[in-house]
């Protein structure tokens, strides 16, 4: 076998509790199996139905639904494909990086029922509710998202600020992550109580809009570059930096609160170009965040990497992911400094092309590649299936294509208005959809072999 590290993120030696740090095991199986089955049955079958409604001129493609819908795709994705991924896998390796055994894990188990009813309640009820029971579900689905936040938070800040933790940056990350969940909870709570009294059809543009980004960028990718940042090293043969990387993490928290915080105070508030230009300051500290992560990952130059022949293929994700954030970088600076030129905030399809570079670029990017890599599921196909690089290259292909093509029209913005401009984004949502259920179904398959008796003895000659 070769000298790749299965699980790159090892326990810390020496550390007091290191031993015990492994002895629970968070069911990282089904947060990924939640975490798959919202984003094939919700948000990314949303993803394609919202581009076909417009460019096919579907009635409801014109209404109010389509934008409930978009609401929901947006929560469905982003705290159920995503954040339910990353929240598994963040529980499974804090053990391993901080030496520290999980914190209050009876809490573990009431993840997943809290947050996958939540997100159930409020794609249903937002769209096709109406009444008293549309406002239970919104008003029981935000408190079960704020619920949820809280347990995981107390995981986190219990098993990384305790004073034996060895996490260091990827520390930072995890922790400001964990508040960015909360706040991106609590901002939706305030949300649903607006749309409850108001009986409104959805919730208020703006104030959404700051959700979501608090949600994407406070919470998904500060834990996405977390991982990032401890484990791509470790492939890449990248030096160690941690004084770079905790500020990297403090930067990014500092961008989501200057631009989250600017656009709040211009809805409740009063819209003025000072603070339009704090949050232009806010999304550019976000580029030099990302800027930063793509460096300290060392993804992006040839070294003499680490990576096992049988993953080099898989690390193209990796690759193709940072090279995807650089991109989100070079985009948030542009438009961040024009914007601030201008003192006004970036417009929405710029807001809208930056979000997809790093939702299908970056994190579906990262799931599908740090999956094949580290999940011991996908360790154990690469001795079942060796002869699948064919597959992982089309798949890498099609995610890529598909980044383009969901950014090419929200780059054309005003330009490419009619509604042809939602066949590129049908087209993306297709490959990106196919992607995500070929990995979907190779996580089940390997689950299914290794089950099976002999699979034990088959891996133990095969590593001899
Ligand atoms: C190829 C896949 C995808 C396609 C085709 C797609 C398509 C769309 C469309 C058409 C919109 C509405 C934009 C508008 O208002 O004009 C939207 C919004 C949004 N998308 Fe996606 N999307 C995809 C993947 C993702 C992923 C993976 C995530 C997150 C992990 C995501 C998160 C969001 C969010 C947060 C919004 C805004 C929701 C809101 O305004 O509340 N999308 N998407």
Same mark, same amino acid.
């Given at each position: 076998m070769s000298n790749e590290p299965s699980i790159p993120l090892t326990e810390v030696r020496g550390a007091p509790h290191a031993a015990h740090a492994s002895a629970y095991d968070a069911p990282y199986r089904r947060f990924i199996a939640a975490s798959l089955a919202l984003a094939i049955g919700g948000g990314f079958m949303l993803s394609l139905l919202l581009p076909l409604a417009r460019a096919e001129k579907w /009635?409801?493609?014109?209404?109010?639904r389509w934008q409930a819908l978009v609401q929901a795709h947006g929560q469905l994705q982003l705290i159920g494909f995503g954040g339910l991924f990353v929240m598994g896998m963040s529980l499974r390796l804090m053990p391993r990086f901080s030496g520290r055994p999980l914190a209050?894990?009876?809490?573990?188990?009431t993840l997943i029922p809290a947050i996958v009813t939540s997100l159930v309640l409020r794609s249903i009820a937002e769209p096709w509710g109406s009444g008293a029971t549309r406002d239970v579900a919104l008003i029981a689905s935000a408190v079960l998202l704020l619920v949820g936040g809280i347990a995981f938070t107390a995981i986190i800040w219990g098993t990384?600020?305790?004073?034996?933790?060895?996490?260091g940056a990827t520390g930072y990350y995890f922790v400001l992550g964990s508040i960015g969940f909360c706040a991106g909870a609590m901002l939706n709570l305030l949300q649903v109580i607006e749309i409850v009294r108001g009986d409104? /059809?959805?919730?208020p543009v703006s104030k959404e809009t700051a959700q979501v980004f608090v949600q994407q960028y406070g919470f998904l990718l500060m834990f996405i570059s977390g991982v990032g940042g401890r484990a791509v090293p470790t492939f890449t043969g990248a030096p160690s930096r941690p004084v770079a990387s905790r500020a990297a993490a403090l930067i990014l928290g500092a961008g989501v609160a200057l631009f989250a915080g600017a656009m709040l105070w211009m809805t409740y508030r009063s819209p003025s170009s000072t603070a339009a230009r704090v949050g232009d300051i806010g999304q550019l500290l976000t580029a030099l965040a990302f800027a930063m992560s793509v460096w300290l990952s060392g993804a992006l130059w040839p070294s003499k990497n680490r990576v096992a022949a049988a993953s080099q293929t898989a690390f193209w994700f990796v690759r193709s992911a940072y090279a995807w954030m650089l991109a989100a970088a070079v985009l948030t600076a542009w438009y961040g400094v024009r914007a601030f030129v201008d003192g006004s905030l970036p417009d929405t399809f710029e807001l809208d092309a930056i979000r997809h570079v790093l939702t299908i670029g970056v994190l579906t990017m990262m799931v599908v590649g740090m999956s094949l890599l580290i999940v011991p599921e996908f360790a154990g196909r690469r001795l079942q299936h060796p002869d699948e690089r064919i597959l992982i290259w089309a798949m890498i292909a099609a995610l890529n294509i598909a980044s383009a093509l969901r950014l090419w029209p929200a780059v054309e913005g005003i330009n490419w208005l009619t509604s042809t401009r939602y066949w590129p984004i049908a087209a993306a949502a297709s490959l990106t959809s196919g992607v995500v259920i070929v990995f979907a179904t190779m996580f089940v398959q390997s689950y299914v072999e290794q089950r099976k008796p002999g699979w034990g003895a088959a891996r133990s000659r095969n590593a001899a």
């Open positions: /009635a409801w493609g014109s209404g109010i209050f894990r009876t809490l573990v188990p990384l600020l305790h004073r034996e933790s060895r996490a409104l /059809a959805i919730a």
